[in-house]
Structure formats: structure tokens, C-alpha cells
Antibody, heavy 126, light 103 residues
Framework: QVQLQESGPGLVKPSGTLSLTCAVS?????????WTWVRQPPGKGLEWIGEIYHSGSTNYNPSLKSRVTISIDKSKNQFSLKLNSVTAADAAVYYC???????????????????WGQGTLVTVSS | DIQMTQSPSSLSASVGDRVTISCRASQIISSYLNWYQQKLGKAPKLLIY???TLQSGVPSRFSASGSGTEFTLTISSLQPEDFATYYC?????FGGGTKVEIK
């Protein structure tokens, strides 16, 4: 059974960097999957952040691209998210998930997320 | 970017009711549309991918259809455990969600 577990600080200062890690068990991060981050502000909907392949290839949400870095650590079977220059708008539950992702056109992907981690709440406050 | 619009944003229904949720894409996306269920305080769960393929383990009372820009998720007979929020998703865009509440 594939399981994903997010970890990282639950509190980040404004203008600081949010750093989270997702540990994967039950599947190898080297397999033919993408690994993704999604966030959800309290009481709001879901927002895709980006994804990474074991080769290091990444795709990011254009609205966050300038502030986001997703990286992978194959030796630890985990991947990570860094979001810099955070503001209160970045406060959310952050989920990691395994993704199936196939590019059809530059703007169109066959992409779905399963399974998901339980999520971790990140608050932005001084 | 593709925009996904769900309707209604919420609905009230009774156990045993047939429930239909709609999702519209801002441009043609073929059948590249997925549906998720999210219960309060939990991570989303994949229900359907590729517009109509039921994920393993998902009850058969869930079904979905559509292609192009118009898609539908149907719950044939609503069960107590189905009260949740449902999201459609394409590429990097999610719909705003439909909250299914008890009438």
C-alpha cells in the first residue's frame, strides 16, 4: 500500500521560506510516476502547486512558478517543496500526492492524483 | 490556463437520492477530467479519472460522463458516507467544489 507523509514546520514567518518534505513508502520514487504538491487554504478549494519526475523534470503552476522549487531525493525516497517570500495568502493545508501525468499539448495534460498524504497545516505569522 | 467551473456550489439531498454535479471547462479538454471526494478534515480521494473510469475500490453508485467541455458526476443513490465536497480537476486546475449536505 502506497503511503505519503508530509513533514515540516507548521509556522513560517512572513517573507520567509516554507519548506516541506513528503516521504513515500510502498512505492519507489524512481518508478514511472510524477510526485506532486497541492494546497488548500482553510475553508477554500484546492490549488495545484507543481510536480516532479525522478529525472528531475518539473512542472509548476504559473501563478506560483517564480517562488516554488520542488526537488527529489531518490536515496531517501522523498521529495520536497520550497516556497519563498511567503505571505498570509500562502497559509494552507499542504498535500503531497502521487501523480499520473502525461502531456498531451503544452496546455493540456492527462493528470490525476492518487494517493494523497494526510496533509500538513502551515500557518504564516510573525 | 484552463478554468474549471462546477455547479452547484452546494446542494442538499437525502439518503437514497440521485445526485448530479456538473463541471465545465473553459476550453475543450477531451476526456481528461477527474473527480475527487473530500470529507471534512481529510485529504481528497480520487473517485474517477479519464472522465468516466472508476478508481479501484470506489462504489459503483458513483459514475461520471462527458467530453469536450461538459462533464457530470452522478451518485445514483446517496449514502450517509457520501456527504462530502466533490471537486473536478483537469491538468493543474480544480473546480471550486460542490458541497453535498444532508437535507
Amino acid at each position: 500500500q502506497v503511503q505519503l507523509q508530509e513533514s515540516g514546520p507548521g509556522l513560517v514567518k512572513p517573507s520567509g521560506t516554507l519548506s516541506l518534505t513528503c516521504a513515500v513508502s510502498g512505492d519507489s520514487i524512481n518508478n514511472n510516476n510524477w510526485w506532486t504538491w497541492v494546497r488548500q487554504p482553510p475553508g477554500k478549494g484546492l490549488e495545484w502547486i507543481g510536480e516532479i519526475y525522478h529525472s528531475g523534470s518539473t512542472n509548476y503552476n504559473p501563478s506560483l512558478k517564480s517562488r516554488v522549487t520542488i526537488s527529489i531525493d531518490k536515496s531517501k525516497n522523498q521529495f520536497s517543496l520550497k516556497l519563498n517570500s511567503v505571505t498570509a495568502a500562502d497559509a494552507a493545508v499542504y498535500y503531497c500526492a502521487r501523480a499520473q501525468s502525461l502531456k498531451v499539448f503544452d496546455w493540456l495534460f492527462l493528470r490525476w492524483f492518487d494517493p494523497w498524504g494526510q496533509g500538513t497545516l502551515v500557518t504564516v505569522s510573525s | 490556463d484552463i478554468q474549471m467551473t462546477q455547479s452547484p456550489s452546494s446542494l442538499s439531498a437525502s439518503v437514497g437520492d440521485r445526485v448530479t454535479i456538473s463541471c465545465r471547462a473553459s476550453q475543450i479538454i477531451s476526456s481528461y477530467l477527474n473527480w475527487y471526494q473530500q470529507k471534512l478534515g481529510k485529504a481528497p480521494k480520487l473517485l474517477i479519472y479519464g472522465a468516466s473510469t472508476l478508481q479501484s475500490g470506489v462504489p459503483s453508485r458513483f459514475s461520471a460522463s462527458g467530453s469536450g467541455t461538459e462533464f457530470t458526476l452522478t451518485i445514483s443513490s446517496l449514502q450517509p458516507e457520501d456527504f462530502a465536497t466533490y471537486y473536478c480537476q483537469q491538468s493543474g486546475s480544480f473546480g471550486g467544489g460542490t458541497k453535498v449536505e444532508i437535507k
